[in-house]
């Protein structure tokens, strides 16, 4: 039987890819283009979290030619990634797990808010860690029954 009341410590990615806020959007794009993730906390200057950029923010400021892969909608895009900052295009009213939340309390969250990542800070909002949706599932299907 999984246990609802683990710690999303136990859960989470530890090793986390993240940018920070005055960062230009370029390093995004090459984080996205280089990572199968969809998902990049975003940090301030102290390492507090401030942000996250989906792959979905991402998307919304490419050109819309781009998906022919027209040369000009590329090089219209690698311009504008280098003039954006990333606190310019992350989402900034992010939920945020601490360490010792559990399992329960993150499907919660989840569930009611149809997010599929969340970072995980310390009681300073630090980044410690993140919370996707994939590391639930991997949780609750590498044991014998769902969780109860």
Do not use: W
């Amino acid at each position: 039987m999984i246990n609802k009341n683990i710690s999303v410590s136990e859960l989470m990615t530890s090793d986390v890819i993240f940018v920070e806020s005055n960062d230009c959007v370029d390093k995004v794009a090459e984080i996205f283009k280089k990572n199968s993730i969809h998902h990049i906390p975003v940090i301030g200057k102290n390492g507090e979290v401030e942000g996250i950029v989906s792959s979905t923010d991402f998307n919304r400021i490419q050109h819309g030619m781009t998906l022919f892969k027209i040369k000009d909608a590329q090089e219209f895009n690698k311009a504008l990634y280098r003039s954006l900052l990333v606190k310019e295009i992350m989402t900034t009213k992010v939920v945020k797990l601490k360490v010792n939340d559990t399992a329960e309390i993150a499907i919660g969250i989840f569930k009611e808010n149809l997010f599929h990542a969340m970072p995980v800070v310390d009681n300073e909002n630090k980044l410690l860690g993140i919370l996707t949706t994939f590391d639930l599932l991997n949780y609750a299907f590498n044991e014998p029954t769902l969780i109860a």
